[in-house]
T-cell receptor
Framework: DSGVTQTPKHLITATGQRVTLRCSPR?????VYWYQQSLDQGLQFLIQ???????AKGNILERFSAQQFPDLHSELNLSSLELGDSALYFC????????????FGPGTRLLVL | TQLLEQSPQFLSIQEGENLTVYCNSS?????LQWYRQEPGEGPVLLVT?????EVKKLKRLTFQFGDARKDSSLHITAAQTGDTGLYLC???????????FGAGTTVTVRA
C-alpha cells in the first residue's frame, strides 16, 4: 500500500459525458501528479500540482483539467469524453516534487462507451 | 520517440534463471527509478538511484545506474514466479519536475 488513494476504482460512462477522478496523496506529500496509461501509449504524464499550484504540464488535452485543494487532495476532470479516453488514470504523490521518487495510487479504470 | 528505451520488450524465463532488463537514454538524468506493475494496479516503486555508478541491491534484485547517469539495468537472480510483472524505468531530468517513463519490459517467470 503506497498510501495514495484514488476513487472511484472503476468508471463506465458514455461519450460526451464528464467525469471527476479523485486522489488523496500520502500523508505529508505536497505534490500530486496525474498520469494516463493506455495499451498503445504507455504511461503518459498529464499534470503536476505542488501545494495547490500547477507546477508542470505534460500531454494533457484541453478537455481535461485538474486542481489541488487546500487539504492537498486533487481532482482530475475529464469532459466531452471520447472513446479514446478509455484508459487507466493514475495519481502519484511526492514530498516536494523536486525529487524524482513518486508513489502511485491504485488507479481509476475509465471505460467510455 | 521515448526518452527512455527499455529492452527487451518481453522476457519469458524459467523459474531459477537470471534475467537483466536495460533502460537506456541519450539524456542525463538527475535520478532514475524502477517500478513494477501488476495488471490493473498502480506501479510500485522498487528503487531510486541518484549517483552515477551506484549499485543498489533489494534481495535478489540488483539495480545499477550508469556512470554517466544515462542508463540503468535491473538484474534478477534466481527468478521466482512472483517476479512476474511489468518493469518500468522512469527518469527525472535535471530541473524538471516530471518523470519520463520507458515503455516497460513484461517479465514472465514460468514455474
Amino acid at each position: 500500500d503506497s498510501g495514495v488513494t484514488q476513487t472511484p476504482k472503476h468508471l463506465i460512462t458514455a461519450t460526451g459525458q464528464r467525469v471527476t477522478l479523485r486522489c488523496s496523496p500520502r500523508s505529508g506529500d505536497l505534490s500530486v501528479y496525474w498520469y494516463q496509461q493506455s495499451l498503445d501509449q504507455g504511461l503518459q504524464f498529464l499534470i503536476q500540482y505542488y501545494n495547490g499550484e500547477e507546477r508542470a504540464k505534460g500531454n494533457i488535452l484541453e478537455r481535461f483539467s485538474a486542481q489541488q485543494f487546500p487539504d492537498l487532495h486533487s481532482e482530475l476532470n475529464l469532459s466531452s469524453l471520447e472513446l479514446g479516453d478509455s484508459a487507466l488514470y493514475f495519481c502519484a504523490s511526492s514530498l516536494t516534487g523536486a525529487e524524482g521518487t513518486q508513489y502511485f495510487g491504485p488507479g481509476t479504470r475509465l471505460l467510455v462507451l | 520517440t521515448q526518452l527512455l528505451e527499455q529492452s527487451p520488450q518481453f522476457l519469458s524465463i524459467q523459474e531459477g534463471e537470471n534475467l537483466t532488463v536495460y533502460c537506456n537514454s541519450s539524456s542525463v538524468f538527475s535520478s532514475l527509478q524502477w517500478y513494477r506493475q501488476e495488471p490493473g494496479e498502480g506501479p510500485v516503486l522498487l528503487v531510486t538511484v541518484v549517483t552515477g555508478g551506484e549499485v543498489k541491491k533489494l534481495k535478489r534484485l540488483t539495480f545499477q545506474f550508469g556512470d554517466a547517469r544515462k542508463d540503468s539495468s535491473l538484474h534478477i537472480t534466481a527468478a521466482q514466479t512472483g517476479d512476474t510483472g511489468l518493469y518500468l524505468c522512469a527518469g527525472a531530468l535535471p530541473n524538471d519536475y516530471k518523470l519520463s517513463f520507458g515503455a516497460g519490459t513484461t517479465v514472465t517467470v514460468r514455474a
